[in-house]
């Protein structure tokens, strides 16, 4: 694995969805848990943005989230993992707020514990600190943006409008990585479910806050049978 200069900055990985759609196959662990070639997603997602410079990183955990704390309690080498848990489902931005005392730094990633999009993380911080916003987000193309929802940007980069479905077709969607500045957590009420998608996001675009980087690698969604079958194809 390249290992790059360290990023200054933690990395938030999303795992405490139940992965209800996936559990016909995957039924005996949380679905970041999922193996895929041996090894468990979410650990080749850590490592995989441990190879652009990222050392500390704070998993998000509800469901069967004993099964996370449990394999990371060990010292992974180089790395600084802690775990944070829900006791109920707060949905993306509330388990992010839910886990803001564990952020250390003035900007962090998030990523889904679910998705991967391979972008070049490095890249990616630049480009939040070069727009000045307080958030971005990586989109990539999709052949049918409406199984995902669409983003529109101005020319710019700055996002005008995010929506979870949309008419079928070609476009740029949401691929579950961001960048925030934690004062944008601010705005997320403590305790209760709150997402990043409907509810946080938004908020900031109404600001003209939040930025797309754009790229043209794939999303591969492991939520689904097809989906976790595909990724453990391509990947």
């Known amino acids: 694995m390249k290992v790059n200069p360290e990023i200054a900055m ?10 209800t759609r996936l559990q016909s196959v995957v039924s005996d662990r949380p679905k970041p848990m999922a193996a895929l070639n041996d090894k468990p997603f979410l650990q080749l997602l850590i490592e995989y943005a441990a190879g652009f410079g990222f ?16 394999h990371f309690s060990g010292a992974v080498p180089g790395l600084d993992v802690v775990v944070s848990r829900e006791t109920e489902p707060l949905d993306t931005a509330g388990a992010v707020k839910n886990a803001a005392a564990l952020i250390r730094t003035p900007q962090f990633l998030v990523m889904n514990g679910d998705s991967i999009c391979r972008i070049d993380l490095r890249s990616f911080v630049e480009f939040h600190f070069s727009r000045g916003g307080r958030a971005s987000v990586a989109v990539a193309r999709a052949a049918d943006a409406g199984s995902f929802g669409s983003i529109t940007r ?47 996001l938004p908020a900031l675009i109404s600001g003209g806050e939040v930025y797309g980087y754009e790229t043209e690698s794939r999303l591969f969604d492991i939520g689904t049978p097809e989906g976790y079958r595909e990724a453990g194809e391509k990947l």
Not at 11 to 17: E, K, Q, R, T
Not at 171 to 183: E, H, P, S
């Open 10 to 19: 933690d990395a938030v990985i999303l795992c405490g969805g139940k992965g």
């Open 55 to 70: 050392k500390r990183f704070i998993l998000a955990a509800g469901y069967m989230g004993d099964v996370i704390e449990k």
């Open 154 to 200: 101005d020319s710019g980069g700055r996002i005008l409008s995010f929506r979870e479905k949309a008419a079928a077709g070609a476009g740029y969607v949401n691929a579950g990585i961001y960048i925030l500045d934690k004062t944008a957590l601010d705005a997320v009420p403590p305790g209760v479910r709150y997402s990043l998608e409907r509810d946080l």
